[in-house]
Nanobody, 128 residues
Framework: QVQLVESGGGLVQAGGSLRLSCAFSGGFFSNYIFGWFRQTPGKEREFVAAIRWDGFSTNYADSVKNRFTISRDNAKKMVNLQMDMLKPDDTAAYYC?????????????????????WGQGTQVTVSS
């Protein structure tokens, strides 16, 4: 059974950086698309970024484009989210998710319902 464990959240001032990591176990890492989502109280889970099974393609929400970078290390079975130029609006619980398969279609990987495995989440708080 796939397990995902996020780490790296915390408190940072606006304009600062954080790096989130997601450790994967329980499956064949290279068979998965990975996504990062975020959620604030009372709101739906929001797509942040996704990376293809081979790492050769990525996609970002407009709100984080050119500030966040998703990457994966297939040898270490890790997925990372480098977050730069953070804003107070980035404050949220961040979740790593795994989507099994080889279909790289935006309408699929931006939807939380497409993902079968989720981490427990890590809190990111950006102060103004």
């Amino acid at each position: 059974q796939v397990q995902l464990v996020e780490s790296g959240g915390g408190l940072v001032q606006a304009g600062g950086s954080l790096r989130l990591s997601c450790a994967f176990s329980g499956g064949f890492f290279s068979n998965y698309i990975f996504g990062w989502f975020r959620q604030t109280p009372g709101k739906e889970r929001e797509f942040v970024a996704a990376i293809r099974w081979d790492g050769f393609s990525t996609n970002y929400a407009d709100s984080v484009k050119n500030r966040f970078t998703i990457s994966r290390d297939n040898a270490k079975k890790m997925v990372n989210l480098q977050m730069d130029m953070l804003k107070p609006d980035d404050t949220a619980a961040y979740y790593c998710a795994a989507l099994s398969g080889f279909t790289w279609v935006r309408t699929v990987y931006v939807s939380p319902n497409s993902y079968g495995s989720w981490g427990q989440g890590t809190q990111v708080t950006v102060s103004s």
